[in-house]
């Protein structure tokens, strides 16, 4: 059982990405899900969460630019990024949001923003 995170890659500020993630399970259309990210030298944080039936909140640092989604029938996790900024750069992933629910951490998706 692996988390599939994909679709990061390196772009300027002012740049958009979009990342994916397949959740393996039958558990995930019921479950909140969250996209965490974790840039060097710093602890891995939730940046977005969605509840089962569409229901988001965001961290401060990326509200009004990312928006995450979900698509049930696909088991999987989208996360908008747009106006990226270079504070952005980090590996992202995607998880449960209740820790005891939590699937191994895959490798994530590289996100880098330059300047």
């Known amino acids: 059982v692996q988390l599939q995170a994909s679709g990061g890659g390196l772009v300027q500020a002012g740049g958009s990405l979009r990342l994916s993630c397949i959740v393996p399970?039958?558990?995930?259309?019921?479950?909140?899900m969250g996209w965490y990210r974790q840039a060097p030298g710093k602890e891995r944080v939730l940046v977005a969460t969605?509840?089962?039936?569409?229901?988001?909140n965001y961290a401060d640092s990326v509200k009004g630019r990312f928006t995450i989604s979900r698509d049930n029938a696909k088991n999987t996790v989208y996360l908008q990024m747009n106006n990226l900024k270079p504070e952005d750069t980090a590996v992202y992933y995607c998880?449960?949001?209740?820790?005891?629910?939590?699937?191994?951490w895959g490798q994530g998706t590289q996100v880098t923003v330059s300047s």
């Open positions: 998880n449960y949001v209740s820790v005891p629910k939590m699937l191994p």
């Open positions: 399970g039958s558990r995930f259309r019921f479950n909140h």
């Open positions: 969605i509840t089962g039936i569409g229901s988001t």
